[in-house]
């Protein structure tokens, strides 16, 4: 296992448009999470699935984003209608409970 | 309301220099897990340690050691004998340990390591 996995690594969108991230956590880890970050600041809590529930939602993750973890694997990141200010990093993380939490690559997105 | 604080937003050293790195955090929970990651110009989060708020034992693992101070709720930093590939952005973290969902982050330290 190669750590956590985030597609695409880049991703530049006009806005308005959908974009989908994906996360391939480390297997048998039983959590994931999502962050977000801009420039300059540190991750920004987003949201977290233990197995495939959604357990919590932070009030930065709008109606216009959403995510789901089918089956408890991989997760997706859905921004519909993206604004300007979406352009961030997104980060995805998994940990087995109560362990350290190990970070992806993170997607990085723009939207012109 | 957690809140983590590096007052450092960036600092340059010269090769083979220490340097500390602080860190600030606040918490109303009484169990609490405290973290170090380094992201490299790569932009991956690399795990470096987490410590539990019932262990303030100072912890060493080659270059890198944490001072965890309970008393000033403070969580610092230190790398001896800095080398160039240190050079990175350093961030403190929180997470409360029952709960073990979301870590909060603080701003990061640029860390500049001049040869």
């Known amino acids: 296992d190669t750590g956590v996995s985030q597609n695409p690594r880049h991703k530049i969108t006009k806005r308005g448009q959908n974009v989908t991230f994906r996360c391939d956590p480390i297997?048998?880890?039983?959590?994931l999470y999502w962050y977000r970050q801009t420039l300059g600041q540190g991750p920004e809590f987003l949201t977290y699935?233990?197995?495939?529930?959604?357990?919590?939602k932070s009030r930065l993750l709008s109606d216009r984003f959403s995510a789901e973890r089918p089956k408890g694997s991989f997760s997706t990141l859905e921004i519909q209608r993206t604004e300007q200010g979406d352009s961030a990093m997104y980060l995805c993380a998994s940990s087995y409970t109560n362990t350290e939490a190990f970070f992806g690559q993170g997607t990085r997105l723009t939207v012109v | 309301a957690q809140k983590v604080t590096q007052a450092q937003t960036e600092i340059s050293v010269v090769e083979k220099e220490d340097v500390t790195l602080d860190c600030v955090y606040e918490?109303?929970?009484?169990?609490?897990?405290l973290f170090w990651y380094k992201q490299p110009p790569s932009g991956e989060l690399v795990f470096l340690i987490r410590?539990?708020?019932?262990?303030?034992q100072n912890e060493i693992s080659g270059r890198y050691s944490w001072n965890f101070q309970k008393s000033t709720s403070s969580f610092n930093f230190t790398i001896t004998a800095s080398q160039v590939v240190d050079s990175a952005v350093y961030f403190c973290?929180?997470?409360?340990?029952?709960?073990?969902?979301?870590?909060?982050f603080g701003k990061g330290t640029r860390l500049h390591i001049l040869p």
């Open positions: 297997s048998e880890h039983n959590r």
């Open positions: 973290a929180l997470s409360d340990m029952n709960r073990d969902d979301k870590i909060i």
């Open positions: 410590r539990n708020s019932f262990d303030e």
């Open positions: 918490t109303r929970d009484t169990t609490y897990y």
């Open positions: 699935f233990q197995n495939e529930a959604q357990l919590e």
